[in-house]
């Protein structure tokens, strides 16, 4: 419920106020700068929020590439960087972002999706192929952040918390669903399950799609 507060934390008149800067590649690396500096230690530097000390928090830090974030605003993120928001990590940065920067910052947060990891920063993010255990370990990992931080957990029971709106997703790992069919599902849920009311995750990288999918397939239900 803490990653709702994000949503509801910012006032009605924040959303109508208009970015004064304009989209430029100046302005983008301009934010990329100010992100690294400021952001990237709990976000990650690819903005996929895949950093101990992001995952560590509660809520974890969101991954800004995310559809949940994507939908804000520049002004509702103008907003949320220099406010912060109360009862999770993210703290306020009136005091060391000027309002300029915060806008170009808003700017290149918005570009992530469409920025390559080398255009978006040196390190890389959540391992794309699971080949070693280590790997599927860290992208399980990754995957139970991706639940949390796109809000899953609302409409999803698993081991006993969560909503009842879907599917309990306890043995999702039974179900015998590939992880081609829970991908598509992902993307496009209604074409997959007909009434579904599930939005859709389109907007999540090939990495986030397979880690998700990974820690679902391992939802195995108590041990007997």
């Not at 100010?34 to 895949?50: K, P, R, W």
């Not at 909503?163 to 992880?179: A, C, I, M, Q, Y």
């Amino acid at each position: 419920m803490a990653n709702i507060v994000k949503d509801v934390a910012i006032p009605v008149e924040a959303h109508s106020i208009k970015n004064p800067i304009s989209l430029t590649d100046e302005v983008i690396k301009a934010g990329q700068q100010t992100y690294l500096q400021s952001c990237g230690l709990c976000h990650g530097a690819d903005g996929h929020g895949y950093t101990n000390l992001g995952r560590g928090m509660y809520p974890p830090a969101m991954d800004l590439t995310s559809p949940h974030v994507q939908q804000w605003e520049d002004a509702d993120l103008f907003w949320i960087i220099q406010n912060g928001i109360a009862f999770t990590g993210m703290p306020t940065w009136k005091s060391t972002i000027s309002a300029t920067d915060t806008w170009k910052l808003a700017q290149f947060i918005h570009a992530l999706p469409r920025l390559d990891s080398q255009t978006a920063a040196a390190a890389p993010s959540a391992p794309a192929s699971p080949g070693s255990g280590q790997q599927q370990a860290q992208l399980i990992i990754y995957g139970k952040t991706l639940y949390r931080q796109e809000g899953c957990f609302t409409c999803h029971q698993l081991d006993g918390t969560g909503g009842k709106v879907g599917p309990d997703l306890t043995s999702e790992g039974n179900r015998r669903h590939t992880n081609e069919w829970l991908i598509g599902h992902f993307k496009d849920p209604s074409a997959y399950t007909p009434g579904s009311i599930m939005p859709s995750f389109e907007n999540l990288t090939a990495a986030q799609l397979q880690a998700l999918t990974l820690f679902l397939q391992n939802q195995k239900g108590p041990a007997k």
